[in-house]
């Protein structure tokens, strides 16, 4: 086969994702949808042509890790700490604890009422449900207000690392006693002292390297810490986070010895210039990864009026889980961040690992897919409307 047809369809679909984005910008609409209707236009397109295509499958979950890694710590480059933020960063973690925890909850004992499976394979199965996906929050609210788009970009990312650690624990605990909580922590334990030593070797390294090409041997030695700990079923997410944190913040660290070692001149230029390779890698690995998803939906499940009804009480559960805690617990404002809670990246990649006697007939890419969708709509909506209110003086 000629390579130029392939080209000419990778190049355009690259095309296609950067004018998706301005659009996104101007409609706050996520680009992440159009990615997807696109992908679902291509396979009506393909469907209807009967045209031979490859099989896409595979390496969808190999695409949705770089992806996830690369927003993750793009998200945590942008983020610079300082003290009197303490506040928010906790404020962001019980949110996005507890309001995945009960939403995990709540959406297993549907799965259970509607489908009678052991409460175990319908909790892991809402898993993918309940996790709030950092690869479509965080572009979304690029336009906030500094305070407000922190607090979703902490919320979203600790989303991902809660959801990842929930799901293996339950993946690999069936019965779940004090040895299962005792290798959490342990777990856990032993991702902190990771992050710590490999955020201070990885500012070593990058201070001595004299090659012209540079960056990628950063973001590839971080994949890489990444995949080995996760054969290990270490939620290194973590370490991706860290590190992010650790680079935007190590002028900040006043210690003499630190900043003499691994401290040097260019150190800002070489974090600009590894932000925007991160930004631009992570934006390529999206849009194919988006692509292909919703090319290997099978339309025809959108049309189950079952699946239907299943994705609206599933999103109404998880909006009002949403709106009960950011009201009576957080006490927080719930325009616009009540319906910055979107579904995508992260519920695919969770959902696509999960084994095939888990597997809950009717709980599949569809009614992931309406979610998904569903979800992202929502927030649109809700952050194009919210920002015509009125702000209140005084």
Not at 140 to 161: A, L, N, Q, R
Not at 162 to 190: A, K, P, Q, V
Not at 325 to 352: A, V
Not at 369 to 375: E, R, T, V
């Amino acid at each position: 086969m000629e390579p130029y047809p392939i080209l000419i369809i990778l190049s355009s679909l690259i095309i296609f994702s950067y004018l998706f984005d301005i659009i996104a910008r101007k409609t706050k609409f996520p680009s992440v949808l159009l990615l997807l209707l696109t992908g679902i236009a291509i396979r009506i397109a393909v469907d209807y042509f009967q045209l031979h295509t490859f099989n896409l499958f595979f390496i969808l979950p190999t695409l949705g890790t770089v992806g996830l890694i690369l927003i993750v710590f793009e998200g945590a480059l942008e983020l610079r700490y300082e003290k009197k933020r303490n506040r928010l960063i906790r404020r962001s973690f019980f949110s996005a604890l507890f309001i995945m925890m009960a939403s995990a909850a709540a959406i297993s004992w549907i799965i259970h009422l509607l489908t009678n499976y052991p409460f175990h394979s319908c909790l892991i199965n809402a898993v993918p449900f309940s996790v709030i996906s950092s690869a479509i929050a965080i572009p979304s609210v690029s336009g906030m207000h500094p305070e407000k788009k922190e607090f979703v970009v902490y919320e979203s990312t600790f989303s991902d690392i809660l959801g990842i650690i929930l799901f293996n624990f339950l993946l690999y605990n069936e019965r779940i006693n004090g040895s299962s909580f005792l290798w959490l922590g342990l777990d856990t334990l032993l991702v902190i002292v990771i992050s710590s030593v490999f955020c201070v070797l990885l500012l070593y390294i990058i201070g001595r390297i004299n090659h012209p090409v540079k960056f990628f041997l950063i973001l590839a030695i971080l994949i890489l810490v990444y995949s080995i700990g996760r054969l290990w079923h270490l939620s290194t997410l973590i370490i991706v986070l860290a590190v992010g944190l650790f680079l935007n913040n190590a002028e900040q660290i006043k210690l003499p010895i630190f900043r003499k070692f691994l401290l040097y001149p260019g150190f800002k230029d070489d974090l600009q210039q590894l932000f925007k390779l991160s930004a631009e890698s992570a934006f390529l690995v999206r849009t194919f990864f988006f692509v292909i998803f919703g090319f290997i939906i099978s339309i025809r499940d959108l049309n189950d009026s079952r699946m239907v009804l299943y994705s609206a009480v599933i999103l109404s559960v998880i909006y009002f889980l949403r709106a009960v805690y950011l009201k009576f617990i957080s006490r927080t404002d719930l325009f616009p961040e009540l319906f910055i809670t979107p579904r995508g990246l992260i519920s695919i990649l969770l959902f696509l690992t999960l084994p095939q006697s888990l597997r809950i007939p009717g709980i599949d890419t569809g009614l992931l897919f309406l979610i998904i969708l569903g979800s992202s709509i929502i927030m649109s909506l809700g952050i194009l409307f919210s920002g015509k209110k009125p702000r209140v003086k005084g």
